[in-house]
């Protein structure tokens, strides 16, 4: 549960704004998201591996990002 400090003569959009960054922040999306469908924890090590070779081949030179 996010909570938004605001005061009394603080603007509603600024408190909105606050919300926003808080709720991007909070990477709930991303967890909802996640929980939408279930996926086998062999798949999610395959793909924490998969993206640590791309990682590494950025590093290396092997691949160049633009």
Known sequence: MLIIDSKDCENIDKALKKYKKKFEKAKILLQLRGRQSFTKPSVKRRGEVLKAIYKQNIHSG????K
Request: neutral net charge; without cysteine.
């Open 62 to 65: 092997k691949i160049e990002v």
